[in-house]
């Protein structure tokens, strides 16, 4: 249903009272229709104060009448017998508490309904399951486990135990209470010994008890696991617990836990349109500090705002009930009461709550507008903030990762989860840098395109506060950097009708020595610009000409490939090269350039997990390196060794399509000098445009930008798609998992696992992706692996959606590859060649079916983390002592002559000289 103004108006009301959670009202009512109408009647226990009833026909939602003894109705005309006319209602005594739906069928006459009818509350006690079957029931005796007076269904307590000679987990809820439903199931996700995850349902043994048995454990074995706990129709995670099978449960952490955090203003709720974007205003105080302190069974939450924008209150809403709500509908069940405190300074408490548990907060900010907040994901005793789901496949990102995105055209624009205040302001600061506008001073935010309150959302854009005249050009290639990462996505390739290259740079240079930079164009210098300030004129034109490719695969379906041919116009400073046409200027400022040169066009990438990647040890990097392909495997990444222009010396290339910069600094630098011509202390020439202030906020916003959540880890077919992956190659350089330095500069980032799928190395990809333009390190066939993680929203973050109930629809075309040249991620993947070239045979040789399934899988890869390697492996490390010696040799030859599996070095199932050989190739390598 759609919310109203009324919904809008109802968030101005909401109670000053502070209230226990244990005080949730009661209620009784009436449906009754006569002809056309329907009138609902509704009386709550204690006596409410105001009473909110969300229809669905018609939708919206209504303040009921009080007939002044604390009654109340509303009527709604025009409904037919035999529709279902679904309703729930939000009550204010005065405190707000929200209830789960009810659903009767329309018929002449009055139906009585009440609190409980519709899974508010009430149930059974658990029921009297017998655990048989497939739950792991089996012969669980749960002993004296569970002992009752939970507060409330969400309220938990766990075990692992030993049980008619099994172990087994056991779980016991509470049981249920306004306005929380019971607990209908619970499932178990467990590792053994840090092993692969699996998953199990759990069998009701009665008495709110649930239990599994957990086969192949033994005492001594290491077991990880959550819940997940369906309480009424909602699936709630807990958090990860660890027992060491046969001791007893360790010692809870010290409490209390203070939690640091900061969150942004949102101009609406979770599941609505105006939820992902930045609100009107953003680049001035519209973000807030939030300390949780921890006690175990209570959080104390101080909330404060910046005093650039007055806030007269905060409430504060915690969901008992959440469930899987429509697009624009309500979350149900919820609790929700006025702050304490003014003044900027916001204080409250929530009580009865259990280790373990997840609590789910959001805020509601009274200003001048009201103003929403992120949903907060806290789970008691973890101290810090988290993702709604504790799946390890479900994020990407680490403790980085954000948990929603409602609009998928700001999937890419998110702040990530758990940056401190003083970070979340530096980012703020960053991404009004990002998307002011160097020629006009505009400040392009691009807001969503519909409100779920009414329709099309308006866009004037304002000043940018940090705009400075004069300080772009005289020559650049465009005007902001949101111009060409759009939304932080990659740039737009030409259509037919805007054959613009506005989001590319085309690189110029003349050979340089081996190993080192190119040298910059003797007339065009680093880059072509491609536009002019007032009084100054272009470098030249641009454009491209599409050639299509046809192919076929193994089993007959052809397809089409589409290659970039590049003609350049209006030349400037005339040709760039003997070996490059081009059609000069028709009063070029000199003559040609004689010598030959080098060329190399490239589209905008997306900035998701920038400095995730940053934070990466160059140790973990190397270990992936095998630049003489001592393995054999046909593989051969390698670093690029670049110059650091901030710390000096050389370091290893990150960013950029060859990996040339090795820190967000200097990509940002030289984005500011090649891109918009605006030289800094680091590039350029003096004096600088850009001061140190702006350089270092414009970091910390590439740093900052997260990681969109996965949408396909449950599904089967990505699951299928993903041994497909694996069993093509593609792992080889797209690394699925990484581990974040202990000690890395950027503290929220530290000691992270992150899955990029990249190993942020050179590998050459053939002549066909070839630009025949070395850079240091890297061939002109040498490109980095670039990470995957996130790319099946690039679509979806160029489009701009239409339709006002369709937030996702209207994707744009999508493009992939250095160049952009590939629409889909299967022309990306049959343009791989080079090293590459065996994985693009075996997807060649896959029919429709598994071609599809691969296609799944890549959209959002994943891996479970627990089954990477945190450290590199040694594999002639026969001993495990990390060092190589006789005794290592000893025993590789022991395992031959049984012909063991650990000494079947080529993987061939055979043994003989050749395993000898590659042990001996690897002794000699040493360990890492």
């Not at 609406?268 to 519209?286: K, L, M, Q, T």
Request: glycine fraction near 12%; hydrophobic fraction near 35%; charged fraction near 20%.
């Amino acid at each position: 249903m759609i919310r109203t103004l009324f919904a809008f108006i109802a968030a101005l009301l909401i109670s000053t009272s502070a209230i226990a959670q244990s005080g949730v009202p009661s209620y009784t009512g009436e449906v009754c229709f006569d002809g056309s109408t329907v009138t609902v009647n509704v009386a709550a226990t204690p006596t409410a104060t105001a009473i909110l009833i969300y229809p669905n026909p018609p939708g919206g939602g209504y303040f009921m009448t009080n007939d002044g003894s604390g009654n109340y109705s509303a009527s709604f005309n025009g409904l037919n017998a035999g529709t279902q006319f679904t309703f729930h209602l939000v009550i204010q005594i005065p405190a707000q508490y929200e209830f789960q739906p009810h659903a009767i069928t329309l018929t002449q006459g009055c139906t009585k309904f009440s609190f409980g009818d519709g899974g508010d509350g009430g149930g059974g006690d658990g029921g009297g399951g017998d655990g048989g079957g497939d739950d792991g029931g089996g012969d669980i005796d749960p002993g004296d486990f569970g002992q009752g007076g939970l507060p409330h269904a969400r309220a938990f307590r766990h075990d692992v135990a030993e049980s008619n000679g099994d172990w087994a987990i056991l779980f016991e809820s509470g049981t249920p209470a306004s306005p929380l439903p019971a607990t209908n199931s619970v499932d178990v996700r467990y590792r053994i010994n840090n092993g692969e995850m699996q998953s199990a349902s759990m069998a009701n043994l009665g008495g709110f008890i649930w239990g599994r048995t957990i086969p192949d454990v033994q005492p001594d074995d290491v077991l990880t696991y959550s819940f997940v706990q369906t309480v009424g129709i909602e699936p709630i995670d807990s958090a990860w617990f660890e027992r060491t099978v046969g001791e007893a449960a360790p010692p809870l952490p010290d409490f209390p836990i203070v939690t640091d955090a900061a969150l942004r203003f949102r101009d609406r709720h979770e599941n609505e349109w105006r939820f992902d974007h930045y609100p009107a205003g953003y680049d001035v105080g519209r973000t807030f500090d939030l300390v949780i302190t921890d006690y175990g069974n209570r959080l104390d939450f101080e909330l404060t705002t910046a005093p650039e924008v007055p806030v007269n209150a905060v409430d504060i809403k915690w969901y008992n009930q959440s469930g899987e709500v429509g697009f624009c509908d309500r979350n149900i069940s919820a609790i929700s009461q006025r702050m304490d405190g003014g003044g900027g300074s916001f204080t409250s408490s929530i009580t009865n709550l259990v280790p373990g548990q997840r609590v789910d907060v959001e805020f509601t900010i009274l200003a001048s507008q009201t103003y929403y907040s992120e949903f907060i994901y806290y789970y008691m005793g973890d101290g810090r903030l988290q993702r709604e789901y504790q799946h390890p496949l479900a994020y990407a990102a680490g403790d980085a990762s954000i948990p929603v995105v409602t609009v998928k055209q700001f999937a890419f624009n998110q702040h990530a989860l758990n940056l401190p205040p003083v970070e979340l302001g530096s980012f703020m600061e960053g991404k009004v840098v990002f998307e002011t506008r160097w020629d006009d001073g505009l400040l392009f935010n691009p807001p969503t395109a519909f409100d779920c309150n009414g329709g099309p959302v308006g866009f004037n854009m304002g000043t940018s506060p940090v705009f400075e005249p004069g300080l772009l050009g005289p020559q650049y290639t465009n005007n902001s950097c949101i111009e060409c990462h759009m939304l932080d996505g990659r740039g737009q390739t030409p259509t037919p009708t805007n054959n613009s290259m506005e989001d590319y740079v085309v690189r110029v240079s003349v050979p340089g020595q081996p190993g080192q930079a190119p040298q910059p164009h003797p007339l065009y210098g680093e880059q072509l610009d491609l536009k002019a300030t007032p009084g100054n004129t272009p470098e030249g034109n641009a454009s491209i000409v599409w050639e299509i490719i046809n192919g076929t695969f193994d089993d007959g379906t052809t397809y089409e490939l589409r290659k970039p041919n590049y003609e350049f116009t209006d030349l400037l400073y005339g040709e760039f090269g003997t070996n490059i046409p081009g059609q000069p200027a028709p009063s070029t400022q000199g003559g040609p350039y004689e010598g030959e040169a080098e060329l190399s066009v490239r589209i905008a990438p997306m900035l998701i997990g920038l400095g995730l990647l940053e934070a990466v040890d160059d140790a973990e990097i190397m270990a992936w390196a095998d630049e003489n392909d001592t393995d054999g495997d046909g593989i051969s990444g390698r670093p690029n060794m670049v110059d650091d222009i901030v710390n000096g010396g050389t370091a290893i290339g990150r960013f950029g399509w060859k990996a040339v910069h090795p820190s967000l600094k200097q990509q940002a630098a030289f984005a500011f000098a090649h891109d918009m011509g605006m030289s800094s202390h680091l590039v350029g020439d003096s004096p600088a445009e850009v001061d140190p202030w702006t350089l270092d906020s414009m970091v910390s916003y590439l740093r900052g930008l997260a990681v969109p959540p996965r949408e396909n880890y449950k599904d089967p077919v990505a699951q299928q798609g993903k041994i497909l992956f694996e069993e093509a190659g593609c792992m080889q350089c797209h690394r699925p998992a990484m581990r974040t330095a202990s000690d890395a500069e950027f503290a929220p980032y530290r000691d992270q696992i992150i899955q990029p799928f990249t190993d942020m190395l050179l590998h050459d990809m053939g002549d066909d992706l070839a630009d025949n333009r070395p850079e240091f390190a890297a061939t002109g066939r040498e490109w980095r692996t670039p990470p995957l993680w996130g790319i099946g929203y690039v679509g979806l973050v160029l489009g701009t959606p239409t339709d006002p109930f369709d937030p996702n629809g209207n994707p744009a075309e999508a493009n992939y590859l250095h160049d952009g040249r590939a629409r889909t991620l299967m022309e990306a993947i049959l343009w791989h060649g080079g090293e590459a070239q065996p994985a693009r045979n075996a997807v060649l040789a896959m029919n429709a079916t598994e071609r599809d399934a691969l296609i799944e899988y890549v959209k959002f890869p994943f891996i479970d983390p627990a089954t990477i390697a945190e450290e590199p492996q040694c594999q002639a490390d026969f001993t495990g002592d990390g060092q190589l010696n006789f005794l290592d040799v000893s025993a590789f030859l022991t395992a031959f002559g049984a012909q063991d599996s650990s000494a079947d070095f080529t993987g061939d199932a055979q043994f003989n000289f050749l395993d000898v050989s590659a042990f001996l190739t690897e002794f000699g390598k040493g360990c890492p």
